[in-house]
């Protein structure tokens, strides 16, 4: 039992069990055990590895549209240039040298700033992004960041933020939980809450029992902070995850370690903990506050940006193994089969205002 699971059966014990979302949100960010607080998740020796990761690719195209969308934007200055959850700093580093290219005085004049809630990770991206040559803020919430136009992203982000579950049972949808069952082991039951009928997905009526639908209120608050954020000073999001473009039911929370699943309450606070996004009730967030919300599929997007134009230009000077290389990256990046269409790209922007 990890030290986190002993804390979490106690926890149940004195007071009863506990949605998914406080579960997540214990595992997750715990700041003695959670899983953000004391691991380093990335890469081939942690237990996932994130598009920014995989090829500079990656960070380079969206420092391209960092830049296609501040001119959409009219170009305002000052501008905030932000990353929201960097894990390792490296998309924004990678970002930071294309925009460098693309245009030196946007570099000179932006501010720049990372928004990212765990202290350790804060120190790894400080290192990361150390040789940069640009000032960079950090920031623990959106709300602290200065008021001026705002151009961010954002990867694998709202995966890693606590939802709710309700399982369909005879008496109706009741509020999934985590209790302990009769030898004292986390398990998953229903509570006697339930949800507001109004908010599920609609295969959810006549789905039948056992059937688990997922609402992410913590996830909502966020968008709802970030679209308020760009409806008040202008500017633009961009937001790329796995999840799904229509809402329905199905469980799709997940525990990943060292590159494989894990059971999800086997080892809490040791193994990542995430649930695919419903990029439909985050674009309703956005546009409910009147920005223009645009969905695709990661795939779509990075070819759309010139990703095999880049491919083409970096391995142009190289030999074969480079060459072979990229072409592995283009693949796991937009292939069908790898990361190109169970990752979605959500672009949020503000009208523009005279
Ligand atoms: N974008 C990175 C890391 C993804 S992991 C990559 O693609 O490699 C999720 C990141 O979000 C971590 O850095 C985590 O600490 C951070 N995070 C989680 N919740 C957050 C919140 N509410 N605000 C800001 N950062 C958050």
């Not at 209120?217 to 966020?222: I, N, Q, S, V, W």
């Not at 599929?297 to 010139?306: A, E, I, N, S, Y």
């Not at 990229?326 to 959500?346: C, I, N, Q, S």
Request: hydrophobic content about 40%; overall charge negative; proline content about 6%.
């Amino acid at each position: 039992m990890t030290p986190l699971a002993e804390r979490i059966g106690r926890l149940i014990e004195a007071s009863g069990p506990i949605g998914v979302d406080d579960y997540m949100a214990l595992c997750l960010f715990d700041p003695t055990h959670g899983y953000y607080s004391t691991r380093e998740p990335f890469g081939a020796g942690g237990d996932f590895t994130t598009a920014p990761e995989i090829s500079q690719m990656f960070g380079e195209l969206v420092g391209v549209w960092v830049c296609q969308a501040w001119q959409s934007a009219s170009a305002p200055s000052p501008v905030t240039i932000a990353e929201i959850g960097p894990g390792r700093g490296t998309l924004m580093k990678d970002v930071l040298r294309t925009l460098g290219r693309l245009d030196p005085s946007l570099v000179r004049n932006a501010n720049f700033a990372l928004v990212e809630t765990s202290p350790r990770l804060t120190e790894v991206q400080k290192r990361t992004l150390d040789g940069s040559g640009t000032e960079i803020a950090w920031h623990a919430s959106i709300e602290a960041l200065p008021p001026a136009p705002l151009i961010l992203v954002g990867n694998e982000l709202f995966d890693a933020l606590p939802i709710r579950q309700y399982v369909k049972t005879a008496a109706g949808w009741r509020e999934r939980v985590v209790g302990l069952d009769r030898d004292g082991q986390l398990a998953f039951m229903a509570g006697p809450g339930a949800p507001d009928e109004a908010l599920l997905p609609p295969d959810a009526v006549g789905a039948s029992e056992g059937a688990v639908v997922e609402l992410a209120p913590a996830r909502t608050a966020l968008m709802e902070a970030i679209a308020q954020r760009l409806a008040d000073n202008g500017g633009a999001a961009l937001f790329i995850d796995y999840g799904y473009l229509e809402p329905h039911t199905g469980d799709t929370l997940q525990a990943m370690r060292r590159h494989e699943y894990d059971d999800v309450l086997a080892r809490p606070g040791e193994a990542d903990l995430t649930a695919h996004v419903d990029f439909f009730a985050l674009a309703s967030v956005a546009r409910s506050r009147g920005l223009t919300a645009s969905l695709t599929t990661q795939g779509d997007f990075l070819l759309g940006m010139g990703l095999l134009e880049r491919a083409g230009a970096l391995g142009a000077n190289g030999g074969e193994t480079l060459r072979e290389r990229l072409t592995g990256e283009v693949e796991r990046l937009a292939g069908p089969d790898a990361m190109g269409e169970l990752f979605k790209v959500l672009e949020i922007a503000a009208s523009k205002r005279q």
